[in-house]
């Protein structure tokens, strides 16, 4: 099993540029989440999905879409990406099911909006 | 306001020591609070879990402790190793619930030889 992925792993994008990062999972989880992580702020939630179809906001979702394409994939874009979304993206995905909540995370993107 | 705090600051200890790592929250009821580590470049990987009515859970030479009245969580790694140098988070059951949880900035530990 892959668990999550993530693409692209690396981009650079110009000041109202837009994009999309894409996230996978193979664990058959039923809830999926995106985060931001930045110095001294920690992991901020952007937006989750409780399961296929449904999604929610969560701390940070100014300027982001999101799209559960299916019970695997979870999309997050950024139409027109400013300085401030200069951060490192991670989707994780839970299973949705347990109390437990425990988190599998990808490996990341690390974006760059000059 | 809801609040997580850990020492932002790293803590520097010795090979074979015990590392404690410090979880304090304001306004939260949180059902279950968890712990995971993350290395630099690197997504956060899930360590532990502790439910509100337990006091303590190990996991081989990780031992978590919960204190609802205090509001604390302690994390302590025994015999430390270089290996266990790491940035440890962590992050609280949010009440929005569907397994929602917010993390705090988490403490960069340093394991020196």
């Known amino acids: 099993n892959a668990g999550v992925t993530q693409t692209p792993k690396f981009q650079v994008l110009k000041t109202g540029q837009s994009m999309t990062l894409q996230c996978a999972q193979d664990?058959?989880?039923?809830?999926m989440y995106w985060y931001r992580q930045d110095p001294g702020m920690g992991l901020r939630l952007i937006y989750y999905?409780?399961?296929?179809?449904?999604?929610d906001k969560g701390e940070v979702p100014n300027g982001y879409n999101v799209s559960r394409l299916n019970k695997r994939e979870f999309s997050l874009r950024l139409e027109s990406a400013a300085p401030s979304q200069t951060s490192v993206y991670f989707c994780a995905s839970s299973s949705g099911t347990q109390l437990s909540g425990e988190q599998f995370f990808g490996p990341g993107t690390r974006l760059t909006v000059l | 306001s809801q609040k997580i705090e850990q020492n932002s600051e790293a803590l520097n200890i010795q090979e074979g020591k015990t590392a404690t790592l410090t979880c304090n929250y304001t306004n939260y009821s949180p059902a279950y609070l968890q712990w995971y580590r993350q290395d630099p470049g690197r997504g956060p990987v899930f360590l532990l879990l502790?439910?509100?009515?337990?006091k303590e859970k190990r996991k081989e030479r990780l031992k978590v402790t919960f204190d609802t009245t205090l509001k604390q969580s302690l994390f302590h790694i025994t015999a430390s190793q270089p290996a266990d140098s790491a940035t440890y988070l962590c992050a609280l059951e949010n009440s929005g619930g569907y397994q929602k949880v917010t993390f705090g900035i988490g403490t960069k530990l340093q394991v020196i030889p």
């Open positions: 664990m058959n989880h039923n809830s």
């Open positions: 502790i439910r509100e009515n337990e």
């Open positions: 999905s409780a399961s296929e179809g449904t999604t």
